[in-house]
Every structure is written in structure tokens, then in C-alpha cells.
């Protein structure tokens, strides 16, 4: 699967560099030019983006998925915030760095890891797991992000794996 990577606004090189190499489970990743935040999916009170618009705007340019990566703090009409959004079953997604830092780059490099996977899941087919450790598993807080791990479960790899290989052929 060829999944492009989407900065919007300002990314760290090195973020994006380290998502390459960290995805290469689910495909091959490439850097698309950064696009800037457009100001209309800002809310008017706060210093908060809406991630609904985000996904109608970015197009996965000659790659099966794109996931867009950006440093804005997002929210949908349901959540206060969230680490990423998807489309279930089509091309794109979303994922913020916002919330997942730590003050130790390895942590902060497998919340990122972990994120992105879990909304490229999303994509491919799979919905949120009840199991915890399964990277499915919806997270609320970084502590059930730390929780869970990059893998997917024995109920979810079916589906991933599935897609995956229809995308293949």
C-alpha cells in the first residue's frame, strides 16, 4: 500500500521522516509538500481546528491512502479533542501532534506511531476494538494511547490485512 504523508502547517522534518519508517508494516510512505492551515477550519472562539474539513481537502495524490500530520490541536463536533480522525473504508486521514509530545522523544515518536496507525486502521476497514492493548482501541487520553500497543489484534488484522491485499491487487 502507498500511503502519502500530508503536512499541514508546520511539521517537524523529522516527524514526518520518522513515519516513514515507522508505518512501513502497513506500506510505503512519501512526504507530499507541506499545505498551509487554512484559517476557515479554525474556530472563531480558541486557538482550535476542525478536523472534518481537513479530510475533504486533502487527496492522497498517486497513493492508495494520505494522512495528513499537523501540529494544531483538533476537535470534531462530538469530541473536545482528538489525536485523528478517518474516513472508514476511503483515503483519507488526519492525526495531531498537539497532545502527544512528551518530554521524551521515544514516548512522544510511538504516541505519533501509534496514532497514525490506528487511523490508517480506520481507512482500511476497522473500527474501534475493546481491546485495549490493540492499536484499534480507542484512546481518550495519552494514557490509553501509552497503553495500547502499535499492533493490531487477533480481531482487527483479519480486516486490515483483507483491505490491504485488495489494494494489492
Known sequence: MRIAL???GDVPREVLEDLIEDLKGLGDASILDPIPLDPAWREPKG??????PILDEIEPEGAHRVLGVTAADLHT???DFIFGLAKVQARPAVISLFRLGSTDPRVSRERVAKEAIHEL???LGADNCPNRECVMSFSASVDAVDRKTAAFCGRCRPTIEFSAKRLRT
Open 6 to 8: 500530508q503536512p499541514i
Open 47 to 52: 486557538d482550535q481546528v476542525r478536523a472534518d
Open 77 to 79: 463536533g462530538a469530541y
Open 121 to 123: 486502521g480506520h481507512t
